[in-house]
Nanobody
Framework: QVQLVESGGGLVQAGGSLRLSCAAS????????MAWFRQAPGKEREFVAA????????YYTDSVKGRFTISRDNAKNTMYLQMNSLKPEDTAVYYC??????????????????WGQGTQVTVSS
């Protein structure tokens, strides 16, 4: 199974930017659809964005469209999340995940069988 490690989180002011990375080991990422999820305190983990194995198609939750960009570099076995125009409501632990089952929905959390440990993103107002 693929092992995933996130990095790039931190504290940023509202309107600022961060770039998260998800580095994989153990297996090549190039056969996996990958995604970012996030979990705010007291809330359930939610879908943020996904990218297909070839990087051609991307999907976003409505609240981040136009602000976040998901991408991947299969040669580096790494996925990214560029986050611009950050808002306090983006504060959460961000997780990357590899999809191991396809139910027909790109946002279904149960489809993702490999997870990183998470990286904290805090946006101050």
């Amino acid at each position: 199974q693929v092992q995933l490690v996130e990095s790039g989180g931190g504290l940023v002011q509202a309107g600022g930017s961060l770039r998260l990375s998800c580095a994989a080991s153990g297996r090549s990422l190039n056969t996996y659809t990958m995604a970012w999820f996030r979990q705010a305190p007291g809330k359930e983990r939610e879908f943020v964005a996904a990218v297909t194995s070839n990087g051609i198609s991307t999907y976003y939750t409505d609240s981040v469209k136009g602000r976040f960009t998901i991408s991947r570099d299969n040669a580096k076995n790494t996925m990214y999340l560029q986050m611009n125009s950050l808002k306090p409501e983006d504060t959460a632990v961000y997780y990357c995940a590899a999809r191991t089952y396809y139910s027909g929905s790109y946002s279904s959390i149960s489809d993702f069988g490999s997870w990183g440990q998470g990286t904290q993103v805090t946006v101050s107002s």
